[in-house]
């Protein structure tokens, strides 16, 4: 039986595909406040700005290519049965191969109901015209879980957390909750691993983490190979 390998992955794994991150010097919140363009609240105060804001969210991803960090994780399910959990809201982990990807804060390329969370469809294209409907007849919203919202997949992620033989964190800061404190589920055991070039907050952790001080897009390659020497 092929052992589980469980990736956590955050916003640092797509920043080598040239998607914009929130939390460094030049990501998008020096462009935007949160509460403008990411709370229901705003949805609600200014629908014309969200719309917009996740419209230009929603080219960027098209216009940008899975990286050698995606590549590599999808290229393990050859040896092994890899369940990815993610905080982005792009598709490129799934673009890249991967066929088992859970998305924490939703998914950019979706929308939903604005009255039913559960009306979930895909957009045709990146543009959401602002008077679009959800098939249920009201209007149409990003499928993304905006601050202050709950988040619907939290308890699916942590089941999958607590069945992994091997836990794997690529390129998250570990300080948005509750998603961070995923790495408080994983079995007593179990090795994890962690490849960022910054410094996580990892006092949620009681297992032993071996740290690859690293970008996503070489150190997850690296990883791999590791993984495979010693696990197969």
Not at 6 to 18: E, L
Not at 31 to 55: H, M, Q, S, W
Not at 154 to 174: E, H, N, P, R, W
Request: glycine share 6%.
């Amino acid at each position: 039986m092929k052992k589980k390998i469980v990736v956590f992955t955050g916003a640092g794994v797509s920043a080598d595909s040239g998607i914009s991150t929130f939390r460094d010097a030049d990501g998008l919140w020096d462009k935007y406040r949160i509460e403008d363009v990411c709370t229901p609240e705003a949805l609600y105060r200014d629908r014309a700005t969200v719309i917009e804001f996740y419209n230009k969210r929603r080219k960027e991803v098209f216009e940008k290519q899975p990286n050698t960090g995606h590549l590599a994780i999808a290229e393990l399910e050859k040896y092994f049965d890899v369940q990815v959990v993610t905080q982005n809201i792009d598709n490129l982990h799934e673009r890249a191969g991967s066929t088992h990807v859970t998305h924490l804060h939703g998914e950019v390329t979706k929308l939903r109901s604005t009255d039913n969370a559960d009306v979930i469809f895909p957009l045709d294209g990146w543009k959401q015209d602002i008077d679009l409907r959800a098939p249920d007849g009201a209007l149409a919203r990003p499928h993304i879980v905006f601050f202050g919202e709950a988040v619907p997949m939290f308890d699916t992620a942590v089941k999958i957390v607590q069945s992994a033989d091997i836990f794997v964190i690529v390129g998250t800061s570990l300080a948005v909750y509750p998603a961070a404190s995923l790495l408080q589920y994983v079995n007593s055991g179990v090795p994890v691993y962690l490849v960022d070039p910054g410094e996580p907050d990892l006092r949620g952790a009681k297992n032993d983490i071996e740290v690859i001080k690293m970008r996503g897009a070489q150190g997850v390659h690296l990883l791999a190979e590791k993984l495979k020497k010693e696990y197969l």
